[in-house]
Structures are given as structure tokens and as C-alpha cells.
């Protein structure tokens, strides 16, 4: 279909695909030596190093050093106009990576197992394209590279350092490995989870395992907690509010003929709606409370809220659905929300926002994000630069 929007040239969605045609090899090289040289939150400094030399070398103003690592980019339009962030997350994974690829990490233990490199890279390629097409552009465009996301840190640190100050929207992206390269996946309303943490401890007495009526056992409590704390799904929150409370980890005793003292767990609750998260904490609380009546034990709770559930806003979503059909076709579609989290939420509460996925998945492979094997296929990074791309132009038009 032909470009519909009023200021911009008629032949946006060639002037793009061209341009992106012309970059795409150069920016694959770019990706591969970011995937050589995986560095973890706020440590990605190489990378910023790279993301600076190749703005400069776009001669886009830009700001290092924000939130120790980040940068920002600014690309201002021909016209006035809003502020649009497109972020770009950089981190990498402490995975020993096993691709066996002629550019695998080059740092054992550390990968870039979530696709950074891909987003980094993706976000490089969008601002050249933007650069050159800057005079049909109505307002800003900032370009966020944010620094652990893995950590759960970044876009915080961000924030308070002001990088969405006078900015009117925001978009996200995330690759995707169960889409197929060149489809795109949009989530309306909560997408992504809520990602909250509990530490519970269960203090008993200790005592002879041979003599149980003399001592108080948090085992046999713990045990009947952990499950307890499984009818919150089940008989506590609403059936239509998904959301899943797991308990990664359990620590307590050392001998078999010993009741020990204590016993720790914790584990992790995801939501997508506040009710549910709210009912969550006070349940796990509430069945903490009851079991120390009910078995004498004492139990120290604690809830820590992480990063709260990402709310892709319509006002966002719809636009860059629709650009994206009209710069490569019927190619995006809605998909399901997951109970993973991302720090990208934390923007999403500021400004209204969306994150798009974009399809990575090689054909005839099963990948996984955070996989030693991942393989995306770069080709996602070229369809990611022209729905971008066109997005902000048909935005900020
Ligand atoms: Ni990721």
C-alpha cells in the first residue's frame, strides 16, 4: 500500500527498505563483534564504546555515561513536534555460549543469550535510517541504549537520571525466537509480568531427630507451606488474572538425625493485574502467620515488588502496528502475554509505551531466549531497522 501519511514523500517505504538494503551488511558486522564481546550490567562499556563511535560516525549528537553506562542519542526532525524514546537494551548473560559460531563470545561464561546484540544493533541502524530521513521528521527522536536490563537495573537508573524527562511516548522491543523471522507480535494492554520476590524463613527448635516432641520443626512446617502457598493460584486469585508463585529454592538442615533450627525458602511471584499481586502478598503473608499458630514455629516474611507488569498503551500500539503493515505487509500479529518481566515496564508507567517483538526465529530450530545455543536470525535486525524506522516516521509526521 502506499504511504498514507500526510508529510511524508510518497516513497517513505522505499526510501527506507534502500537505505536499511545498504546498511544491513555493515550493521550485521556490528552485531557479530557485540556478540564476540558480551559484557554484563553496567559493565557493558565496550559496547558503548561502540554504540558512541558509530553515532559519531552518523554525526548524531549523543550523551555517554548516563546510569554509568548508558547512552542517548537525539536525532531532531525538520519540524517541531513530541519526543519519541526507542530503547535498546545492551547487557549480556553470565551462559558459557555453546553456538559453536566463527563469532561466538570470546569471554568464557558470558553471552549474549537474550539477543542485546541484536537490539543494540537494531537501534544503531534505525538511527542512521532516521538520520537521513530527519527533515521529514515532526519532533524528536531519542535513542535510548539502556544498560542491565538482566539486572533489573538500567531503565531505573535511567529514569532518575532524567533520560524521559519532556518525552511523550516510547517504544520497546524484544526479539522473538517463537515468531519466525519477518513476522512481528504485538500484546495489547499488560504484556509482560509483574516480577516480585519472597524469603521466608521458618524458625523452629532444634533437637534429636529421635525426640521430635522435645524440639519444634520448621521442616515438616516449611514443607507444608511451600505447599500452601500453591491454593493462591488455585483458590485465591481471580481465575482470569494469571499468575504463578514458584519456590526456587529451599534451605535448612545439615544431618539426617538432627531437627534443625531453621529453614529457609524463597521463590518468586509473578502477576499481570494489581489485584492479583496484591492478593498474592497478603496470602503469603497470611499462610505464614497461620502456620506459626498453628505449628509453633515463628516465620520471618519477606516481599520485596520488583519490576511491575509492562502495560503496552493503545495510543502507541495502534500506530506502530499499523506502520509496520504498511512498510513490510501483514506480517505482525497479536500474541500472548508472558509471566517474564522486563525492566522496559518501568518506562511503560512514566510514558505511554509498547514494546514489538520481532520474530528471530531461524527456520527448522527450536531457540530459546537465555540458551546457550541461541541463534537468532540476523535477518530480524534489517525487518527491526524498517518497522522501527517507519514507525517514528509515521509518528512524528
Ligand atoms: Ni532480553
Do not use: W
Not at 533520560?163 to 522491543?173: N, P, Q, S, T
Not at 488474572?241 to 534443625?260: D, F, L, Y
Amino acid at each position: 500500500m502506499p504511504d498514507t501519511s500526510p508529510h511524508l514523500p510518497n516513497d517513505t517505504q522505499s526510501a527506507i527498505a534502500t537505505i536499511t538494503a545498504e546498511i544491513e551488511a555493515g550493521l550485521i558486522e556490528v552485531r557479530r563483534d557485540l556478540h564476540a564481546h558480551p559484557e554484563l550490567a553496567f559493565e557493558e562499556f565496550r559496547t558503548a564504546g561502540v554504540v558512541a563511535r558509530e553515532l559519531t560516525r552518523l554525526g548524531i549528537a549523543h550523551e555517554c555515561g548516563i546510569a554509568i553506562t548508558g547512552v542517548v542519542g537525539t536525532i531532531k526532525g525538520g519540524r517541531p513536534g513530541p519526543t519519541l524514546v526507542i530503547r535498546a537494551d545492551m547487557d549480556a548473560l553470565p551462559i558459557h555460549e555453546q553456538t559453536g559460531q566463527s563469532f561466538a563470545s570470546t569471554k568464557p561464561g558470558l553471552m549474549h543469550a537474550c539477543g542485546h546484540d541484536i537490539h543494540t544493533t537494531t537501534l544503531l541502524g534505525v538511527a542512521d535510517v532516521l538520520n537521513r530521513l530527519a527533515p521529514s521528521l515532526a519532533g524528536t527522536v531519542k535513542l535510548v541504549f539502556q544498560p542491565a536490563e538482566e539486572a533489573i537495573g538500567g531503565a531505573e537508573k535511567m529514569i532518575e537520571a532524567g533520560v524521559l524527562e519532556g518525552v511523550d511516548m516510547a517504544i520497546g522491543f524484544h526479539n522473538y525466537p517463537q515468531l519466525p523471522v519477518g513476522q512481528f507480535g504485538f500484546c495489547p494492554g499488560p504484556a509482560l509480568a509483574a516480577a516480585d520476590t519472597f524469603e521466608v524463613t521458618v524458625h523452629g527448635k532444634s533437637g534429636h531427630a529421635a525426640h521430635p516432641y522435645a524440639a519444634v520443626d520448621p521442616i515438616v512446617a516449611a514443607a507444608q507451606l511451600i505447599c500452601q502457598l500453591q491454593t493462591i493460584v488455585s483458590r485465591e486469585v481471580r481465575p482470569l488474572h494469571p499468575a504463578v508463585v514458584t519456590v526456587g529454592a529451599i534451605n535448612g538442615g545439615i544431618a539426617s538425625n538432627i531437627i534443625p533450627d531453621s529453614v529457609t525458602f524463597k521463590g518468586t511471584v509473578r502477576t499481570l493485574h494489581a489485584e492479583a499481586q496484591d492478593t498474592a502478598e497478603a496470602a503469603i503473608k497470611r499462610l505464614c502467620a497461620g502456620m506459626a499458630e498453628g505449628m509453633r514455629v515463628h516465620c520471618n516474611v519477606t516481599y520485596t515488588r520488583g519490576v511491575p507488569a509492562m502495560l503496552n498503551n493503545d495510543s502507541v500500539l495502534e500506530p506502530v502496528v499499523a506502520s509496520v503493515r504498511r512498510q513490510l505487509g501483514d506480517v505482525i500479529h497479536r500474541t500472548e502475554p508472558s509471566m517474564g518481566a522486563e525492566d522496559f515496564a518501568l518506562m511503560s508507567q512514566v510514558v505511554p509505551a509498547f514494546q514489538l517483538g520481532i520474530g528471530a526465529g531461524a527456520p527448522g530450530r527450536d531457540d530459546r531466549l537465555h540458551n546457550s545455543g541461541y541463534q537468532p536470525d540476523e535477518a530480524c535486525i534489517g525487518l527491526g531497522v524498517q518497522a522501527l524506522s517507519r514507525a517514528a516516521l509515521d509518528m512524528l509526521s
